[in-house]
């Protein structure tokens, strides 16, 4: 290619870049001049709270996720209902995300704000981010650097919640459509999916598909018993089971070979690999982690730039679970 030519890609580049708003806003070091060992604060009173609870780990997980599909990430997800303010918080999608997840949060905030130059610089919506890289690191899963800059939400509503998340009992098409409304892609969904190597669900999202007539048939032989045995039909709603039933407590490709062995632990999961438009991607990444681990890091810095609050559609809240 001649310099010319090279030049005028390089041109074309630069002005895409700047035009393209959601990732020119978010970089990395972005608190370099005002909190500059900000990371470092929030992995140490993560680690903490790891220490007082494992669970904290899915639970931080999925806090990123529930924030940034409703609302973009803002940490809308954190608000806290008043007389006058259903938040999302409150929407019944909301019972199943763990207390540890919102508290890890406030702890890590808390630890910010003891030193001086970090107090309020630093947005609830970034900390998400940033615990959310250390938990997966922390299990196993990759390390990855994150881009900061986010401004913290100024609404949250449990309505704004209602169609936004995608169903445990959806289907390729509904799961892509879903993702698709977030700028993510197929292979993003399926990336993002094998969040569900680590973590809980309540008994309640599967009894409909390991108990009668709407048994799901693509449940392995062998596993369905074990289901059965840990959801009765008749179980207490509170109880809580381990999702990957191999490696629970590891950030790994399990997620993928359990999937290939029925061992899926929502319709949503095991469709990913009946569907024959996200199978071979499911047997890739069965086969390699380090691919999967790629893609998962991709998927999650795309995942961060969703909806993203600058200027005056945000701020930095003083409390990350009440407006300022
Ligand atoms: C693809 C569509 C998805 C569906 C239908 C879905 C659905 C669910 C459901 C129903 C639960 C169990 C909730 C309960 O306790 O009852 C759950 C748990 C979880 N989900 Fe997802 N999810 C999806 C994608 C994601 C994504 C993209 C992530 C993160 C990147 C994620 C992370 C988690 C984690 C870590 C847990 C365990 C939470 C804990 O142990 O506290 N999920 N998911
Ligand atoms: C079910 O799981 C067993 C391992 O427990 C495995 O050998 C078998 O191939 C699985 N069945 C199917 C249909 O994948
Ligand atoms: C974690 C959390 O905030 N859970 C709330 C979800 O919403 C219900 C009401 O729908 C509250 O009772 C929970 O406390």
Same mark, same amino acid.
């Given at each position: 290619?001649?310099?010319?030519?090279?030049?005028?890609?390089?041109?074309?580049?630069?002005?895409?870049?700047?035009?393209?708003?959601?990732?020119?806003?978010?970089?990395?070091?972005?608190?370099?001049?005002?909190?500059?060992?900000?990371?470092?604060?929030?992995?140490?009173?993560?680690?903490?709270?790891?220490?007082?609870?494992?669970?904290?780990?899915?639970?931080?997980?999925?806090?990123?996720?529930?924030?940034?599909?409703?609302?973009?990430? $803002?940490?809308?997800?954190?608000?806290?209902?008043?007389?006058?303010?259903?938040?999302?918080?409150?929407?019944?999608?909301?019972?199943?995300?763990?207390? $540890?997840?919102?508290?890890?949060?406030?702890?890590?905030?808390?630890?910010?704000?003891?030193?001086?130059?970090?107090?309020?610089?630093?947005?609830?919506?970034?900390?998400?981010?940033?615990?959310?890289? $250390?938990?997966?690191?922390?299990?196993?899963?990759?390390?990855?650097?994150?881009?900061?800059?986010?401004?913290?939400?100024?609404?949250?509503?449990?309505?704004?919640?209602?169609?936004?998340?995608?169903?445990?009992?959806?289907?390729?098409?509904?799961?892509? !459509?879903?993702?698709?409304?977030?700028?993510?892609?197929?292979?993003?969904?399926?990336?993002?999916?094998?969040?569900?190597?680590?973590?809980?669900?309540?008994?309640?999202?599967?009894?409909?598909?390991?108990?009668?007539? =709407?048994?799901?048939?693509?449940?392995?032989?062998?596993?369905?018993?074990?289901?059965?045995?840990?959801?009765?039909?008749?179980?207490?709603?509170?109880?809580?089971?381990?999702?990957?039933?191999?490696?629970?407590?590891?950030?790994?490709?399990?997620?993928?070979?359990?999937?290939?062995?029925?061992?899926?632990?929502?319709?949503?999961?095991?469709?990913?690999?009946?569907?024959? =438009? !996200?199978?071979?991607?499911?047997?890739?990444?069965?086969?390699?982690?380090?691919?999967?681990?790629?893609?998962?890091?991709?998927?999650?810095?795309?995942?961060?730039?969703?909806?993203?609050?600058?200027?005056?559609?945000?701020?930095?809240?003083?409390?990350?679970?009440?407006?300022?």
């Amino acid at each position: 290619m001649s310099t010319n030519k090279m030049n005028l890609l390089s041109l074309l580049l630069s002005l895409f870049l700047t035009l393209n708003p959601t990732s020119a806003q978010l970089r990395r070091n972005f608190y370099a001049g005002s909190c500059p060992n900000v990371e470092q604060i929030v992995r140490n009173a993560l680690g903490q709270k790891i220490q007082q609870s494992s669970i904290t780990v899915p639970a931080v997980l999925r806090l990123y996720f529930h924030d940034c599909f409703v609302n973009g990430c $803002d940490a809308s997800v954190m608000i806290d209902s008043t007389k006058n303010n259903k938040a999302e918080k409150d929407h019944p999608e909301n019972l199943s995300l763990s207390a $540890d997840g919102f508290d890890a949060i406030v702890k890590a905030k808390q630890a910010l704000d003891a030193v001086p130059n970090c107090r309020n610089k630093v947005s609830c919506a970034d900390i998400i981010t940033i615990a959310t890289r $250390d938990v997966v690191n922390i299990v196993g899963g990759p390390w990855y650097d994150v881009e900061l800059g986010r401004l913290d939400g100024l609404s949250s509503t449990a309505a704004s919640v209602e169609g936004m998340l995608p169903q445990p009992t959806d289907d390729v098409s509904k799961l892509t !459509s879903h993702f698709a409304k977030k700028g993510l892609s197929l292979d993003d969904m399926i990336a993002l999916s094998g969040a569900h190597t680590i973590g809980l669900s309540h008994c309640t999202q599967v009894l409909d598909r390991i108990h009668g007539v =709407r048994q799901d048939p693509s449940i392995n032989a062998t596993y369905l018993p074990q289901l059965r045995d840990l959801c009765p039909r008749d179980v207490d709603p509170r109880k809580e089971i381990f999702m990957d039933p191999t490696t629970p407590g590891k950030f790994d490709n399990v997620y993928y070979q359990n999937l290939q062995q029925g061992r899926g632990f929502f319709k949503s999961d095991q469709a990913l690999f009946s569907d024959p =438009r !996200s199978k071979p991607t499911v047997n890739l990444w069965a086969s390699n982690g380090q691919l999967f681990n790629q893609a998962f890091v991709n998927s999650m810095i795309k995942l961060g730039r969703v909806g993203v609050k600058t200027g005056r559609d945000g701020n930095i809240r003083r409390s990350c679970e009440t407006f300022n």
